[in-house]
């Protein structure tokens, strides 16, 4: 059974840092891509950052130059660094794994709040 676990959201003040984790089992993760989607209520789920299983990474241009996605295949585990954070960035973060010759097989984690106020 694949599970995807994620962990790290909270509560920040603008300006502040969080580092995502997410923690994969059941899954050859080296064979995956590894994506960061956050969703909003009313808007539309996004892509946040992704990184192929070879380490190419790729970014919505709102977080460009604040967010860091990472991976550590020996442990299983994607990351999202996010440093100066802006109140609209608060929203559900969740974690999505793709096979990287089928796109249909993907999987995703249950998601970790992100809240940014002062």
């Known amino acids: 059974q694949v599970q995807l676990v994620e962990s790290g959201g909270g509560l920040v003040q603008p300006g502040g840092s969080l580092r995502l984790s997410c923690t994969a089992s059941g899954l050859w993760f080296s064979a995956f891509s590894m994506g960061w989607y956050r969703q909003t209520p009313g808007k539309q789920r996004e892509l946040v950052a992704r990184?192929?299983?070879?380490?190419?990474?790729d970014y919505t241009d709102s977080v460009k130059g604040r967010f860091t996605i990472s991976r550590d295949n020996a442990k299983n585990t994607v990351y999202l660094q996010m440093n100066t954070l802006r109140p609209e960035d608060t929203a559900v973060y969740c974690c999505?794994?793709?096979?990287?010759?089928?796109?249909?097989?993907?999987?995703w984690g249950q998601g970790t709040q992100v809240t940014v106020s002062s």
């Open positions: 999505n794994a793709e096979h990287r010759l089928n796109s249909r097989i993907n999987y």
């Open positions: 990184i192929t299983n070879g380490g190419t990474t």
